[in-house]
């Protein structure tokens, strides 16, 4: 079994800016794709970053230009730099990613952290 467990959420006036990091652990190979998502109240989940295991990147558009997602692959962690904040940015941010565990390699698990909560105030 795999967990995804997130870290660096808090309030922060808007302008300000966050760390989020995210940390595998269990007994696993490898992951492939890990990523960012969010949920506002009353809102669906959407995908914030992507990034590949070679670190190819992708970002919503909400957030270009103001949060980079990075990895360290030796380490199994994620991180979302977030800059320029604002009170929009406020959710529950989740941590995600593609396990190629040592029992189906070929097929990667997906897995999801359990949140933290990012609040942005005006």
């Known amino acids: 079994q795999v967990q995804l467990v997130e870290s660096g959420g808090g309030l922060v006036q808007a302008g300000g800016s966050l760390r989020l990091s995210c940390a595998a652990s269990?007994?696993?190979?490898?992951?492939?794709?890990m990523a960012w998502y969010r949920q506002a109240p009353g809102k669906q989940r959407e995908l914030v970053a992507t990034i590949t295991h070679g670190g190819s990147t992708n970002y919503a558009e909400s957030v270009k230009g103001r949060f980079t997602i990075s990895r360290d692959n030796a380490q199994n962690t994620v991180y979302l730099q977030m800059n320029s904040l604002k009170p929009e940015d406020t959710a529950v941010y989740y941590c995600?990613?593609?396990?190629?565990?040592?029992?189906?390699?070929?097929?990667?698990?997906?897995?999801w952290g359990q949140g933290t909560q990012v609040t942005v105030s005006s």
């Open positions: 995600n990613a593609d396990v190629r565990e040592w029992s189906s390699l070929s097929r990667p698990v997906n897995y």
């Open positions: 269990g007994i696993f190979f490898s992951i492939n794709a």
